[in-house]
């Protein structure tokens, strides 16, 4: 069955510190899509980053690095330099690929993990 | 840019009351999603639609029904709302993709008190 665990469920920082929020997966298919999720205190997912399964090459946005690794199904994104604003709780998600009609690769959703990034 | 519009950011209902929550996506997405997010539940989902006029139950989809009559629009229904429908409600819409999935945009949110 799919699940998706985030198992740190709050983390506070100070900011300027690098932070790093985990998750791990688990899916039969071999064919499948991983999400990251920002949601800010306003309430909106703001979407950050996709990866399919056939591409582990780490990806850097700005602050933003994900670092995907199949062998240990994790797919952990970290925040260089936190800042006030990172603040939010983010969501990692994963989906399998479907064939047109039918289930279209739903979204399984961590819980969340709280990110608290302070003065 | 996807824009994922919902009709309220906040309602407040009577026990018994029908409640229709609206959603409008302008990019011309075949997907539309409906979710509900609980404090230590996460994201769940409730229905999903991936064409006009077609529907699919998602995990949750006890004591709702949608609605898609047109592509932009993706209605959720609660034909008699109870407080255990008290939620943020959450629609997204995605594309088609070649390999049957694709990133979903979400809209900003309704939160709903049902008393």
Redesign the interface.
Same mark, same amino acid.
């Given at each position: 069955a799919q699940k998706v665990t985030q198992a740190q469920t709050e983390i506070s920082v100070v900011e300027k510190e690098d932070v790093t929020l985990d998750c791990v997966y688990e899916t039969r298919d071999t064919?499948y %899509?991983l999400?990251w %999720?920002k949601q800010p205190p306003?309430?909106?997912?703001?979407?950050l980053i996709?990866r399919?399964s056939f591409d582990e090459q780490n990806e850097i946005s700005g602050r933003y690095s994900w670092n995907f690794q199949k062998s240990t199904s994790s797919f952990n994104f970290t925040i260089t330099a936190s800042q006030v604003v990172d603040s939010a709780v983010y969501?990692c998600a994963l989906?399998?690929?479907?064939? %047109?009609?039918?289930?279209?690769?739903?979204?399984i959703?961590?819980?969340?993990t709280k990110l608290s990034v302070k003065p | 840019d996807v824009k994922v519009t919902q009709s309220s950011?906040y309602l407040v209902k009577r026990t018994g009351e029908k409640v229709f929550l609206e959603c409008v996506q302008d990019m011309d997405h075949e997907?539309m999603?409906w979710y509900r997010q609980d404090p230590?539940?996460?994201?769940r989902?409730i229905y999903?639609s991936?064409d006009v006029k077609m529907k699919?139950k998602?995990d949750i989809p006890e004591g709702y029904s949608v609605s898609r009559e047109k592509k932009e629009r993706f209605s959720l229904i609660l034909e008699s709302a109870s407080t255990n429908q008290t939620s943020?409600y959450?629609c997204?819409s995605?594309l088609?993709?070649s390999?049957?999935?694709?990133?979903?945009?979400?809209?900003?949110?309704t939160?709903l008190t049902v008393l």
């Open positions: 064919t %899509y999400f %999720y306003s309430g909106e997912l703001v979407f996709r399919n969501f989906s399998e690929a479907r064939d %047109y009609g039918g289930s279209q690769g739903n979204l959703f961590g819980k969340g | 950011r997907n999603f230590g539940l996460g994201l989902l999903f991936y699919e998602g943020m959450l997204a995605s088609l993709g390999m049957g999935t694709d990133t979903q945009y979400f809209g900003p949110g939160r």
